[in-house]
């Protein structure tokens, strides 16, 4: 695996110009239940129905890539729509539904902490339906839209700082070349929300390919749905892994996809020091995008066993334990699948080829993360070359961050600043632990290594800069701008997601966003509450 940042964001020069330029094109370009889509699908998947108003919505902020990307003129947003624009997303119809153009919820289940937690399903998110542009084919989402069937005890509701914090990460993981759901926009209503304390209702627009998870299959699976499970398969085979189609097991193969995905994915993570949080077997997207971030967050301060969800009491999504939940995640879902193994095979013994079949491409889950890791570590450290002994290399490295407590993201950043041949430019890096002589020892191994590099440091440098973020959503950059943002202040909203769009480029004018927390940022807590 090459660790090099695969951002989807095409020159605007090379793109379909936008087709919708107003929100009445705006509205028509989503459509729903088109031949292929995940509404055609049908009733057993989800329940049509219209969002529930919310009274006087406001807009809060846009992403312009991804409204170039679906083909929307971000003017819009700005020029005299912007009610408008703000009424639609927020799920508010400006008239009456059309016939045939009502949003659904999709049903699915899951494992919760590791328990089953049995029906799930869209309790407060709704589909628009699906925009078709520049060959590619993106479902429109609205989170926090009101209450669906799917609701059990919810409001149907988000509030305003987590819809933030959604809304920003979702673009600036995409930024980073992380896979992701993507956000378009987020509206804000002074709606009271009740959840500790009584907040206010925002709706994110969010954007994939496909929001299916995991759940959705264990969902038909657990039913003995066997028809609908296949039904499933078939419909993302064919939306997102045609490819498959070749395989002499199809299933077989998408399993194989979603473990190179999630596999991918985990390592991705890693190698920014980011928590998901709620990696339960619902939150787990099929294709392997980072999907529904609730309690996630960057490490500042690196602690390999870090729990970012205050609900999380026994720390099992902690950092250093995501991998290793990826893979039980995956074995849900192959558990799932089983019933369309192996449909080829004869009567005769098929039960335990199958399982035997499954098992192994479960495996090859170890065989991926294990190098894409390792990859994604060696590019970390600027190392061109592979050698023996470079993993215990990045290891010995976290062991001392971990010890020191060393910033995650400023680490990685200023070890671009040392040199080959001596420690004169060790300080950026060094001055960030405390034990000094513990880093010493490490550096001078890591000298050693580099004394086997072609590369001079300038190209290392550049090398290292390219993957190694500058600027990473930290929790209390979020704060802030959710703070101001409660108080109609949204130009932080905007600014925040600017510096995000380029995480890797150095911004001399927003130094301050990439700077260690500030000490009133220790307290600052993320639960399941959003
Ligand atoms: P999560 O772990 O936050 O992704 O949510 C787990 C399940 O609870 C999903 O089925 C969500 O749709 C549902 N859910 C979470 N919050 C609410 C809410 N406020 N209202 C309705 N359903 C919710
Ligand atoms: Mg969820």
């Not at 951002?7 to 919708?20: G, L, Y």
């Not at 419909?235 to 193969?253: G, K, N, Q, T, W």
């Amino acid at each position: 695996m090459s660790f090099s940042p695969s951002n989807a964001v095409r020159a605007a020069r090379d793109e379909t110009p936008a087709s919708a330029h107003s929100m009445s094109e705006i509205a028509s370009a989503i459509k729903v239940g088109e031949p292929g889509s995940f509404a055609a699908l049908g009733t057993a998947f989800l329940t049509r129905l219209p969002a529930a108003p919310v009274p006087d919505p406001y807009f809060i902020a846009l992403s312009n890539e991804m409204a170039e990307t679906l083909g929307f003129d971000p003017d819009v947003v700005t020029g005299a729509e912007k009610n408008e624009f703000a009424a639609y997303f927020a799920g508010n119809p400006t008239r009456d539904w059309p016939a045939g153009s009502l949003p659904y919820a999709a049903v699915y289940s899951g494992h919760q902490f590791g328990v089953w937690a049995g029906q799930l399903g869209d309790g407060r998110a709704l589909t628009l339906g699906e925009v078709e542009h520049d060959g590619a084919r993106l479902e429109v989402q609205l989170k926090g839209a009101g209450r669906t069937p799917y609701s059990r005890m919810g409001d149907g509701r988000a509030v305003l700082r987590s819809s933030i914090r959604e809304f920003l990460c979702s673009e600036a993981m995409h930024h980073l070349g992380i896979p992701t759901t993507r956000a378009l926009a987020v509206i804000g209503s002074d709606l009271p929300v009740r959840r500790e304390t009584i907040e206010t209702a925002a709706i994110v627009t969010r954007v994939s390919p496909s929001f299916v998870r995991f759940g959705h299959f264990e969902h038909f699976y657990s039913n003995d749905r066997i028809d609908e499970l296949r039904a499933l398969a078939d419909h993302v085979i064919d939306r997102s892994y045609p490819h498959c189609r070749e395989a002499d097991d199809p299933y077989l193969a998408l399993l194989d996809e979603a473990v190179r995905t999630t596999a991918d994915l985990m390592a991705r993570w890693q190698g920014v020091g980011f928590c998901h949080g709620v990696m339960n077997t619902d939150n787990m997207s099929i294709l392997g995008l980072t999907i529904d971030y609730g309690p996630f967050g960057f490490m500042d301060a690196f602690n390999a066993h870090h729990i970012c969800n205050h609900s999380d009491t026994q720390g099992r999504y902690s950092y250093s334990r995501q991998p290793q939940v990826g893979y039980w995640n995956l074995f849900c879902l192959a558990q799932a699948l089983v019933p369309l193994f192996g449909a080829n095979l004869p009567e005769e013994g098929r039960a335990e080829r199958v399982v035997e079949a499954a098992q192994k491409v479960l495996e090859r889950y170890k065989d991926r993360f294990g190098p894409a890791l390792v990859a994604t570590m060696r590019a970390k450290l600027g190392l061109e070359t592979e050698r023996e002994g470079d993993d215990k290399l990045a290891n010995g490295l976290f062991e001392i961050m971990h010890a020191n407590r060393t910033d995650f993201t400023l680490t990685f950043r200023n070890l671009s600043k040392l040199a080959k041949a001596d420690s004169s430019q060790d300080a950026p890096v060094r001055d960030l632990f405390l034990d000094r002589a513990a880093f010493d020892a490490w550096a001078a191994q890591y000298r050693e290594r580099l004394a086997h590099e072609p590369r001079d440091d300038a190209a290392r440098a550049a090398a290292m800069n390219r993957v190694n973020p500058k600027y990473v959503l930290r929790n209390h950059l979020a704060e802030q701008a959710i703070r101001r943002a409660s108080e109609k202040d949204f130009s932080e909203v905007a600014r925040l997601l600017d510096v995000l769009r380029r995480p890797y480029d150095e911004q001399p004018e927003n130094e301050a966003y990439a700077g260690l927390p500030p000490d009133w940022a220790s307290g600052l807590e993320v639960s399941c509450s959003s």
